[in-house]
């Protein structure tokens, strides 16, 4: 089945194969929010945390390729110089990818403490994160 005959996939789904994702990449601190209700930007934004630029690098590329190979299509794309943060659109769903110091610097989880965080019991699929 190529890309644009598979079945959609729920901007909930494709935020937690975002999220299990980075976690198969060492990601740490990874967060999903359910903006859906508070915001018109996204349905969900995925916020993790990386180490080192290569790692943030990886991260974003590992979910920007599993996506591309389910048909979804990248909207948009920002991130530094330095790749000490980096932003991928989806449209319904924003992800995050920021070095430790450059996610205690914006504070993303308090700029939306208003969002519903997702539990992470409820996006965890260890089998998702062997997919990269």
Request: proline share 3%.
């Amino acid at each position: 089945m190529t890309p644009s005959q598979q079945e959609p996939i729920s901007a909930f789904d494709l935020a937690a194969l975002a999220a299990n994702l980075a976690e198969s990449k060492k990601a740490s601190d990874t967060l999903v929010l359910d903006t859906g209700k508070v915001s018109y930007i996204a349905d969900y934004f995925v916020i993790c945390s990386g180490d080192s630029p290569s790692q943030i690098r990886t991260i974003a590329d590992t979910i920007d390729k599993a996506f591309k190979k389910r048909g979804q299509v990248r909207l948009g794309t920002e991130q530094d110089s330095t790749y000490k943060w980096c932003l991928l659109d989806y449209g319904d769903v924003i992800v995050h990818v920021m070095h430790r110091t450059e996610r205690q610097f914006y504070q993303l989880e308090n700029f939306w403490s208003h969002a519903n965080v997702v539990a992470t019991e409820t996006w965890m699929d260890p089998q998702l994160q062997e997919v990269s």
